[in-house]
């Protein structure tokens, strides 16, 4: 491997954005005649015999932001290509050096930015279910007249416990990438080693590699505190983090590769978090393993380790996060708005599980780890039925409740909207027992009151985590109940009615899932004042439930 | 030739005598004014004004309104003291302020009201009382009157006997009529207090108790609730088919019983008059219904044998084949004379048919 050679600074130093505070050191503002272009293309799709990756794209449109915000490309230079065809991206890439080759012959310089995140086989990229060779990539990328070009590749396919991205285990995918990209003004970064797969993860919703290269780039990978992160310093910190990470997973440690052929001198800086508009500073006393996490988006936004002594900017977008402490067996939790600096006194603590089947060493989990955003419940309910003033009126008509339960069930759909926090709708049905009223004097003369309640309700449910697989819950809904009432009556008539009213209902439960499936069971309250008389009662259909319920997450 | 049967004496006994009479202790049939005949109540009589047929909590579960200024409706339970002494009184009703409605106690139901229960405005509220009996009754009319020009909807009155109404002055019946159950308590508004084997019993006449030319006979029933009234009665005035406890009573001369024997026991048999005796050897018979129902027993019966003017029960005892009466109404449990089913003793809750048997006070054309 060839690092990036000292001649290369003079040409790095004028990434600078103008508006950089370097730091320690002023950064250089760059040169009005350097144009700036990147190609970011995420594909998911799967060819031949591989399974559709999950979070290519996200994680180009992830690195477009990046670009955007910290590494000095205006929005309008940075072409998202999201799921292309050969050919869409042939035409991006002639399109680009069409560009190129007008600034220079106005005699402006430029650079490029190529990143590329999908499936790969040896010969080439897969987009979708055609592949573009690598020889016509390489060509088409060397036949863009800029003074430099990076070029990032991630190249993954899923595999059984990760991700995994690379199609063919044997394929020497980075080195067929050095071999053919090997250029005066090159610089090519691979996710992983000619031998090894590359790995998408669940937990962080991308793979391990761009993640960690978007972390450093945020701020993290900043080595020498200057405000800006290197290519050099970007590589070193991906390299780091994704061996660490996925050194314990089923495919194995991945080694992330650099090689650069650049003329001139100094580092060549691919971003600026201390000129980001909004950072989060992890302040000089934090210790410890430290993950950020979007409390919007429910997404890992960076993860680093962080020592003590020097306090550290993560450069990152405005908005609420959480950031999650690990040091030796206690997990912090502790909120921040970015911009801001971590309030340690806000932290609280919180039990740890470690999953040790994956994840890596070091890596935090929640205590309570459904990975599931969206859940089905069916529960099934029964109880006696709750009495009032209608059910004491009907006593006093003579009526006698029969002596089976109320039963019934309810179907809920659940969506998580942050943290431990679900909400949805509850569609339910629960029979009511019978009222019956012996005519006296008669023989097997009698009155029959039938009834049902229906609802339809929002539900929110907060659901923490006990241990790995066993959480509780307790859950709000209300809404409209809908009850149906039928007396026959002594003339043999069957006089049925139906009436609206409010309905709610709250419940508390414990939940066991095993991947998908789950169980619950718990208690449940409910009324829904929708079974009204003639004469003014209203019944609030419902009572105490015992609930027993399926779960499906999704 | 149609023989009569026997009658058991025990059974039409604890028939008429109403031991437990109630439905699983409730005391009044249809409580809830929910059987109704057309526009009618089935087992409540509309006695003054009107009643319609509304509905209460729900539209199948009716009630009943008392239309007008006036207006009364009525119920006969044959509940007596063995059932028990104290009586539960459930009520729901929607009574405005402009509306005096009562609930009437007529022990005895010979119509002298011994207690006036006012119910109170209301608008669906339940409402409970309890009310105690003294001494031996038999048979109570329930009574409800409405005055005044409002709103008034009952809607459940159920009469139950409970044990013991502690901390209540109890009601005292009226003396009671004659036909009915007695007790040094009681007492007799006529006649005397008979003891008898189901205890006593108010009569109008002993043996010795009539003039000349009157004998103490059976008379003409005043109450399903009640026994015959056992009255002084010209002798032979009572026609061939009627009730009779001695042969004097008869225009015939033969007060006929069948194989059984007269007794003065309350539901305790009676004959009726006719012109033969059982087992008499002129083909002595009677038309015959079933059960223990005939009319009265003549010569020939069913041989179209009759001569004219001579007695017959059935157009087929005569020659003629016409016979000259009235048709016979009687009550199937005891025959005694009736018009419809509400002149019977009650079974439970229910009046025991009436049906026509033979030909009262007939002659061959």
């Known amino acids: 491997m060839r690092l990036l050679p000292l001649a290369a600074l003079a040409l790095a130093a004028s990434w600078a954005p103008a508006h950089a505070e370097p730091v320690p050191a002023p950064a250089p503002a760059p040169a009005p005649a350097i144009a700036t272009y990147a190609i970011v293309v995420g594909s998911n799709a799967g060819g031949p015999g591989q399974t559709d990756l999950r979070y290519a794209e996200d994680d180009a449109r992830r690195v477009a932001a990046v670009l955007t915000e910290l590494g000095g490309y205006p929005p309008e230079a940075v072409d998202v290509v999201v799921h292309p065809t050969p050919d869409q991206l042939r035409d991006r890439l002639a399109k680009l050096a069409d560009r190129v080759r007008a600034d220079a012959a106005a005699g402006r310089q430029a650079r490029v930015f190529f990143y590329y995140s999908g499936h790969a086989r040896a010969q080439g990229i897969d987009l979708g279910a055609t592949e573009l060779p690598l020889t016509e990539l390489r060509e088409r990328l060397f036949a863009i007249p800029a003074a430099l070009t990076v070029v990032v590749l991630d190249a993954c396919q899923s595999g059984a416990f990760s991700r995994i991205k690379g199609a063919q285990a044997a394929a020497d995918f980075s080195f067929s990438s050095r071999q053919h990209l090997d250029a005066t003004g090159v610089a090519v970064l691979a996710s992983s080693s000619g031998s090894e797969l590359s790995q998408e993860s669940e937990q962080l919703k991308g793979s391990y590699f761009t993640h960690n290269l978007l972390v450093g780039l945020r701020g993290a990978g900043d080595a020498n505190g200057d405000g800006q992160v290197s290519i050099d310093e970007a590589y070193r910190y991906a390299y780091h983090q994704t061996l660490l990470e996925t050194a314990e997973t089923a495919v194995g440690g991945q080694h992330v590769t650099f090689e650069a052929d650049l003329k001139g001198h100094g580092e060549v800086p691919l971003s600026y978090p201390r000129a980001a508009t909004a950072q989060i500073v992890l302040p000089a006393s934090l210790e410890g393993k430290t993950l950020v996490e979007d409390r919007r988006a429910h997404a890992v936004a960076a993860e680093i380790y962080k020592a003590k002594g020097t306090a550290v900017r993560i450069a990152i977008a405005p908005g609420d996060y959480d950031v999650l402490v690990r040091d030796g067996h206690s997990l912090s939790r502790c909120p921040v708005t970015a911009p801001g600096e971590l309030d340690l006194a806000r932290c609280r603590r919180e039990a740890l599980v470690v999953e040790t089947a994956k994840g890596g060493p070091g890596a935090l989990q929640e205590p309570w780890q459904d990975p599931h955003r969206y859940m089905a419940v069916l529960d099934l309910l029964v109880g006696p039925e709750h009495h009032d003033g209608y059910t004491d009126n009907l006593a006093a008509f003579g009526y006698n409740e029969d002596l089976a339960p109320s039963g019934g069930f309810a179907l809920t759909g659940l969506r998580q909207i942050y943290d431990r926090l679900w909400i949805g709708a509850t569609a339910g049905w629960a029979s009511i027992p019978s009222w019956k009223h012996d005519i006296v004097g008669t023989q097997n003369l009698a009155q029959q009151l039938d009834w049902s309640v229906a609802e339809v309700m929002a539900t929110m449910r907060i659901e923490q985590g006990w241990w790995s697989w066993l959480a509780y819950f307790g859950q709000l809904s209300a809404g409209l109940g809908i009850g149906h009432s039928a007396l026959e009556g002594a003339d043999h008539m069957t006089y049925a009615s139906t009436n609206f009213g409010p309905a709610f209902a709250a419940a508390i439960g414990l939940r066991v899932h095993f991947g998908h499936a789950g169980f619950a069971a718990g208690w449940q309250y409910d009324g829904a004042y929708a079974v009204k008389d003639l004469i003014g009662n209203t019944h609030a259909a419902g009572g105490n439930r015992l609930v027993l319920g399926f779960s499906w997450g999704f | 030739m149609r023989i009569p049967r026997i009658p058991t004496l025990v059974l039409v006994a604890a028939a008429v005598s109403q031991m437990g009479a ?287 003017g001579s007695g017959c029960g059935d157009a087929a005892d005569c020659a003629s084949g016409a016979c000259q009466g009235t048709a016979r109404l009687q009550c199937d449990v005891d025959g005694r004379a009736c018009a419809t089913a509400a002149d019977c003793p009650f079974d439970g809750l229910h009046n025991t048919p009436c049906s026509t048997v033979g030909i009262q006070g007939g002659s061959c054309e």
């Open chain 2, 22 to 308: 109630t439905d699983c202790g409730n005391a009044l049939r249809d409580p809830g004014f929910d059987l109704w005949c057309g526009d009618q109540m089935c087992a409540w009589k509309v006695e003054r004004g009107e009643a319609h047929k509304v509905p209460t909590w729900n539209a199948g579960d009716p009630g009943v309104e008392l239309v007008g200024s006036d207006v009364a409706i009525e119920q006969v339970s044959p509940v007596d003291s063995g059932d028990g002494a104290c009586i539960e009184f459930d009520l729901i009703a929607d009574v405005d302020e402009s509306s005096q409605v009562a609930l009437n106690i007529d022990v005895f139901g010979d119509g002298s009201v011994e207690h006036v229960q006012p119910i109170p405005t209301s608008a669906w509220t339940p409402l409970k009382f309890e009310l105690p009996i003294q001494g031996s009754y038999r048979g109570i009319r329930f009574e409800i009157t409405k005055r005044g020009t409002g709103h008034a909807v009952l809607a459940q009155i159920g009469a139950k006997i409970v044990d013991g109404c502690a901390a209540f002055s109890p009601i005292v019946p009226a003396p009671a009529p004659l036909g009915a159950p007695c007790d040094d308590t009681t007492g007799c508004a006529d006649g005397t207090c008979q003891q008898t084997f189901f205890g006593g019993l108010c009569v109008g006449c002993t043996e010795s108790s009539c003039a000349a030319n009157q004998v103490c006979g059976a008379s003409d029933p005043t109450s399903p609730l009640r026994e015959l009234p056992r009255v002084c009665e010209p002798t032979g005035s009572r026609e061939l088919g009627e009730q009779c406890l001695h042969d004097g009573e008869c225009g015939s001369g033969i007060c006929n019983f069948g194989f059984a024997q007269p007794t003065l026991e309350p539901g305790g048999e009676y004959g009726n008059c006719s012109a033969c005796r059982a087992g008499d050897a002129c083909g002595c018979g009677a038309a015959w219904t079933g059960g223990d129902l005939h009319g009265p027993f003549v010569c020939g019966a069913a041989l179209h044998a009759g001569v004219p």
